[in-house]
C-alpha cells in the first residue's frame, strides 16, 4: 500500500478531522504488483505522516479517472 504514495499518486481531500491539522484524504495510485489501489488516509500535519486506515482496488469509474492525470 505504502507505494502508491510514491508512484505519482493522485490526492483528494475528503474532510476535516476531529483533531487539528489531521484531515482525511484519498489516494489513487498504482502498487509495485500493478494494481490500482485507493488508499483513504489520515495526514498527520504535526509529523508529517500518514496513518492508512484502509485500502482496496479502483473502481472503474476511479480508475478511468487516475488515468486522465
Known amino acids: 500500500m505504502e507505494e502508491v504514495f510514491k508512484k505519482g499518486a493522485k490526492f483528494r481531500f475528503v474532510e476535516k478531522g476531529k483533531r487539528r491539522k489531521e484531515d482525511m484524504y484519498v489516494a489513487f495510485g498504482q502498487a509495485e504488483s500493478g494494481r490500482y489501489l485507493t488508499v483513504l488516509f489520515i495526514y498527520k500535519n504535526k509529523t508529517k505522516e500518514a496513518?492508512?486506515?484502509?485500502?482496496?482496488?479502483?473502481?472503474?469509474k476511479e480508475r478511468k479517472q487516475y488515468g486522465k492525470k
Do not use: E, W
Open 51 to 60: 496513518l492508512i486506515l484502509s485500502a482496496r482496488d479502483m473502481a472503474k
